[in-house]
């Protein structure tokens, strides 16, 4: 298997971007990393998104992105895992390139889920649930996140605070990150005072729904030198791909507060990067909701079930903390456009490594992980990426 | 890069299946190519599907197969390139082979497209074409590809009925598949008579709206041996895989009355495989309108600009013809659930090269091919297959 190395990055803000269509969102990160990269074409082209079918009643989304962007005739294909479709469309162009059938992939994600006439996004979101036996019964996905978070603080007996340094660490990341959606720092009183949205998740412990889209391009490590001659970044090496599914509805899962595949999904990395998780220099984690982020904490190896919670303190997930996360801020502040955040992931991931995070920078970053979660915990994929 | 067998094929019958839900269907497909297989678990599953959010509200859709599957924990994704999904999956497993991350894949397609309560199929389909600049004029499908067969029979002054020799022929050979959705020959009387449907298309120029699934199991051809003892029908091995794609608006093409992608990914698909056209014992074409036969056979070589027509005849493309295509009904009489149309063409290749095609055998048929198209054009994926 060839070894694969991101040599270009690029993003979009994230934000209601009204006067900005899907394909023009995309093609502003895919032409960002192509200028990084500096190349004027690819072999291939892999979005992941999840909600173009339902909110934009557009589908071909690859085909007519590769078009948009003058890329007309090389190899595309929609990658769709839920808020997972990221990280699966990277996974799909890191086999393109290990397997040999590709030297240059481009590896997308997008996600425009604002300014959608006439279509309902929190209907579209709970297509990630189970249609027949979640969502037809009125669970919406925020819903079911709450249904979890109650059931930890009920069994581990905890206070509806004890989530809010994840916030506080997050919007104090994404503070310092331009393309954030929310670029300010919140206090312990404003996590309190938030409105609930769906008890006991409050406005804090949510992301919100927002557009955007970020870009990799991945050649094999052997061509790396070739793209970064000069004043170029350098490459950044993927060390390990995983993906793992659970059950796809809460009510089947034997513990319902257990991510088993983010356990599966990231013992399966740790062993393809030959690496313990203490090597760690930094976690992006899927902090889509507070109690995932306890959740991924746990199954991932950091904390005991049911002490997740209490990694939040900046000492610890602070950019000087033991284990940084969501270093530019996060799902909750950064943004989450679904199908884009698992490449928004590995970009952030990339700034980290190659020194290029600015006033976030993690000091001595050099293996770092991304974990990437569809649904309630179905789908997790995780990548390990180093220099 | 790793050879790529296939050592198990299954699939639903197609047709309006009222009765049976998307997973359901798929489930069909997939335990009956793992009975096929004798495996009783996998390392991934890739699910080719176009419609599930539109139509069923339903995406994260491949885990959700998996989970009902019994297959629950395994790497799971969907691919989507709109009626080009099935092959676009089949590529995906392929890689996930070729490069080495696994060592038995299922790739499945499915589409549910009948019985979708408030749902309009026909809004869904046009998701395949641009929604800024085609669907939103209230272009349908069927109306982008009547365009494009009144122009040819205006450019190469054609009668409606030099067409239906595809169409003949399609029904011919559904006649003879238990699993074709119109398993019943039709005459060139019943052809003229057929009623229009967005002139020039009539009835049977048309592929049905259908429901249905098939899947196919991959393993390392260096393995297959492991899967085919005793009385199993043997390995077919993929002997070339590649993709294309073109504008996806058919008003940006150049020349809309040629597949450029088609050309592209044949010749690609040609010089993988280390073949010549000539060398091929069957072509399963993408036949979704008899116009889409005639350009695909156009642009992959078998004829000259204009004289695809020419080839609708039983003793050139008849099963004991010069190339035999649509051998089991093509998308005409077997039908065509769009996401799943690409994997049931390499389902019906397994079924000749193995010598398993019943009544419809081509004789001494040891190379083939599968032609998969997306949109009206725009994306083309082409497969050859050889023992």
Redesign the interface.
């Known amino acids: 298997?060839?070894s694969v190395s991101i040599v270009g990055i690029g993003q979009s803000p994230v934000g209601e971007l009204w006067n900005r269509?899907a394909r023009q969102i995309a093609a502003d990160a895919i032409s960002a990393a192509m200028a990084d990269a500096r190349i004027e074409n690819a072999d291939?082209l892999y979005v992941g998104n999840?909600?173009s079918?339902?909110l934009?009643?557009?589908?071909?989304?690859?085909?007519?992105i590769?078009?948009y962007c003058g890329l007309?005739?090389?190899?595309?294909?929609?990658?769709?895992?839920?808020c997972a479709s990221g990280s699966?469309a990277l996974?799909?162009g890191?086999?393109?390139i290990?397997?040999?059938?590709h030297d240059c992939v481009i590896v997308a994600g997008v996600e425009k889920m604002t300014d959608t006439v006439g279509k309902d996004t929190t209907?579209g979101l709970?297509?990630?649930?189970?249609?027949?036996y979640e969502?037809m019964h009125g669970v919406s996905f925020v819903a079911l996140n709450a249904l979890l978070m109650q059931r930890y603080m009920y069994e581990f007996d905890l206070p509806l605070d004890a989530f809010a340094g994840f916030s506080i660490n997050a919007h104090k990341n994404g503070a310092n990150n331009p393309n954030a959606m929310f670029q300010e720092a919140i206090t312990r009183n404003d996590y309190v005072r938030a409105p609930l949205i769906a008890t006991p998740i409050n406005m804090m412990d949510s992301s919100p729904v927002c557009d955007g889209a970020a870009a990799v391009i991945l050649v094999p490590s052997e061509h790396a030198h070739r793209y970064t001659t000069g004043n170029h970044r350098g490459a950044v090496r993927i060390l390990a791909?995983a993906?793992?599914?659970?059950?796809?509805?809460v009510h089947?899962r034997r513990d319902p507060l257990f991510l088993?595949?983010a356990e599966?999904s990231s013992q399966k990395a740790f062993a393809q990067a030959g690496i313990q998780r203490s090597d760690l220099d930094f976690f992006e984690v899927h902090d889509a909701f507070t109690i995932m982020t306890a959740l991924s904490l746990e199954a991932t190896g950091f904390a005991k079930r049911g002490e997740g919670w209490r990694l939040a303190q900046d000492e610890l997930i602070g950019i000087r903390g033991e284990l940084p996360i969501s270093t530019m801020g996060g799902l909750k502040s950064r943004g989450h456009p679904v199908g884009a955040t698992g490449v928004y992931q590995i970009v952030e991931s990339v700034l980290q490594l190659t020194g290029t995070a600015g006033a976030n920078q993690v000091a001595n970053a050099h293996i770092g992980m991304a974990q990437n979660i569809?649904?309630s915990g179905?789908?997790i994929l995780t990548h390990i990426l180093g220099t």
């Open positions: 298997m060839r269509s291939a999840m909600l079918g339902t934009l009643e557009q589908e071909h989304l690859a085909t007519l590769a078009d007309t005739g090389i190899e595309a294909a929609k990658i769709e895992a839920a699966a996974r799909t890191i086999m393109a290990a397997s040999g059938f209907a709970a297509t990630a649930a189970d249609a027949e969502a791909s993906s793992a599914t659970d059950t796809i509805a089947s088993q595949a599966t569809g649904g179905a789908t």
